[in-house]
């Protein structure tokens, strides 16, 4: 069993395999772990899809799955493992969270209150937020 | 602030970049006696998506959902390095520093509460844009180290864990939420607070650099208010 954590949170891939740096799911899972949609044209999220390289595609799909960690690269955004390779990390893109800044437009996120209730931040718009951090250490 | 202003379309959201989860932020938040929303934020997701570095920091948000003033240290001021590291008390000249920064902010915040787009403090687009600083792929790859190793760490791999978080701070050492929370993670310091000796040479180590980067305010306090180590 493999954990895959993301920026939305970790996930158990029964049918994955950590190769060295390589890590091989199922066509099946691959939705699931990521968020992204295998589609003819590429990985897909939204209206951006990604293509595959006609040069060693064998690297990034086969019959049986899916390399995520090289696709992740090739998306330029980061791929850590523990040393057992039985917990990986696909983190986010620089670029994705730069463009987002600079677009001004809020990111958005879902977080839980005390209560455990969850809240958007786009759950206030109308209204003017004041977005602020602290933190007891 | 929140109970002038409460009926004006204006409220405040504070987020708890606490990986140690709600038990730690619970006492903070009652002994405040808060009114607003409040979040706890494991994952330092927040801190990640608006380029954060420190606690606290903030963003001015307008109803559409358009940032008019993007991160920016909330009212907190470098006089605060001026502590007597024994006794912990502040000179007076200092203290008087960072209340003038803490009241200076504050007012901007209920200027724009209460004016909204009208308050002299909202910037415009290109304004807004120009105050943005923007991660890059190191920073990507700190904030990737990160969650990994607050991941293991929550899942009981501590060594591990470690590892990731030393790795995390050592990418972006300029994170102070990285550095702290890892320093939180490991073992809670005196009074709970990450501000052990290792952290006060690390921020002498600043020199004349600032621990909290002024927000570009009128009337805000711009001297470093502390006598900078030789």
């Known amino acids: 069993m493999v954990t895959v954590v993301t920026e939305s949170g970790a996930s158990d891939v029964s049918g994955a395999i950590a190769d060295g740096e390589d890590l091989w799911v199922t066509r099946a899972e691959v939705e699931s772990t990521i968020g992204w949609t295998l589609k003819p044209e590429g990985l897909c999220r939204g209206d951006v899809c990604v293509p595959l390289p006609d040069a060693n595609s064998d690297r990034y799909i086969n019959d049986d799955g899916v390399n995520l960690s090289a696709w992740w690269k090739l998306m330029d955004r980061p791929v850590l493992h523990d040393a057992a390779g039985d917990t990986w990390m696909l983190g986010a893109s620089a670029y994705e969270r730069a463009n987002a800044l600079q677009s001004l437009a809020a990111p958005d996120f879902t977080l839980p209150d005390l209560e455990g209730a969850l809240h958007a931040l786009s759950d206030y718009r109308g209204k003017r937020v004041f977005l602020t951090t602290w933190s007891s250490w | ?230």
């Open chain 2, 1 to 230: 602030m929140y109970n002038d202003v409460k009926e004006q379309d204006f409220m405040i959201i504070a987020v708890a970049e606490e990986s140690r989860g709600e038990e730690t932020a619970r006492e903070f938040i009652e002994a405040a006696n808060t009114e607003f929303v409040t979040l706890i934020d494991t994952e330092h997701h927040v801190a990640d998506l608006y380029n954060m570095v420190n606690v606290p920091q903030s963003v001015w948000i307008d109803e559409h959902g358009t940032i008019v003033r993007p991160t920016e240290t909330a009212g907190s001021h470098d006089a605060w390095r001026a502590m007597n590291r024994e006794d912990m008390s502040i000179p007076d000249e200092s203290a008087a520093i960072t209340a003038k920064a803490q009241e200076t902010y504050v007012n901007a915040v209920r200027d724009w509460a209460v004016n909204g787009a009208g308050s002299k403090h909202v910037f415009d687009a290109a304004e807004a844009r120009a105050h943005l600083k923007l991660p890059d792929e190191n920073v990507a790859l700190a904030n990737a180290n990160f969650r990994l190793g607050r991941y293991l760490h929550a899942v009981g791999k501590i060594e591990a864990a470690e590892g990731f978080l030393k790795a995390a701070s050592d990418l972006r050492p300029e994170s102070w939420n990285i550095y702290r929370q890892a320093m939180n993670l490991k073992a809670l310091g005196p009074m709970g607070l990450a501000a052990d000796e290792t952290f006060f040479k690390r921020v002498d180590a600043l020199g004349a650099k600032r621990y909290y980067e002024p927000p570009d305010l009128e009337g805000f306090p711009n001297e470093l208010g502390f006598q900078p180590p030789d």
